[in-house]
């Protein structure tokens, strides 16, 4: 996308952004934990259920701990120009706590089964407090899609 771009006004950048989550896919998933030198910034595939985004991790894994210990988490979908932007809380999800309908939706739309491997894995359910969308400079303005856990408009 380029700054030629024209901007978009609210509902239609809220029915995109809203697309972008649906479609699923890959995340930049950022946490941080209690140690310095703690942020930390991992691709992960997801899914969207309309209200929420669920993620698997290996449960050792700095993600894991840091999701498990605080549940704070940024998520970055798409790219810097067009880029939609979670900010939530993570729930610890165990294997067996997922349904197998759920579990068996998350592999099948991100062509990853983390019950298929023997790393013991975590789901991680995000509950998105702010979201935001912009396709670069000229799309600053409004870009708060959802403050506080509220959608500020609706589609």
Do not use: C, H, K
């Given at each position: 996308?380029s700054?030629?771009?024209?901007?978009?006004?609210?509902?239609?950048?809220?029915r995109?952004a809203?697309?972008?989550?649906?479609e699923?896919g890959?995340?930049?998933v950022?946490?941080?934990g209690?140690?310095?030198g703690?942020?930390y910034?991992?691709?992960?595939?997801f899914?969207?259920?309309?209200t929420t985004?669920?993620?698997?991790?290996p449960e050792g894994?700095?993600?894991g701990r840091?999701?498990?210990?605080n549940?704070?988490?940024?998520?970055g979908v798409?790219e810097?120009?067009?880029v939609?932007l979670?900010?939530?809380?993570?729930d610890?999800v165990?294997p067996?706590d997922l349904s197998?309908e759920e579990a068996?939706?998350?592999?099948?739309?991100?062509?990853?089964?983390p019950?298929q491997?023997?790393?013991?894995?975590?789901y991680?359910?995000?509950?998105?407090a702010?979201?935001?969308s912009?396709?670069?400079g000229?799309?600053?303005?409004?870009?708060?899609?959802?403050?506080?856990?509220?959608w500020?408009?609706?589609d």
């Amino acid at each position: 996308m380029s700054g030629a771009e024209p901007v978009r006004p609210g509902e239609p950048r809220l029915r995109e952004a809203l697309g972008r989550l649906e479609e699923g896919g890959d995340a930049w998933v950022a946490t941080a934990g209690e140690e310095p030198g703690a942020p930390y910034l991992v691709p992960l595939s997801f899914i969207w259920d309309g209200t929420t985004v669920l993620i698997a991790t290996p449960e050792g894994s700095r993600t894991g701990r840091n999701l498990a210990a605080n549940g704070s988490v940024r998520l970055g979908v798409g790219e810097t120009r067009d880029v939609v932007l979670v900010e939530g809380t993570a729930d610890t999800v165990a294997p067996p706590d997922l349904s197998e309908e759920e579990a068996d939706l998350f592999a099948t739309r991100t062509g990853f089964d983390p019950r298929q491997l023997s790393t013991p894995y975590l789901y991680f359910r995000i509950r998105p407090a702010r979201i935001q969308s912009w396709r670069g400079g000229t799309e600053l303005d409004g870009r708060e899609l959802m403050s506080n856990g509220t959608w500020l408009m609706t589609d």
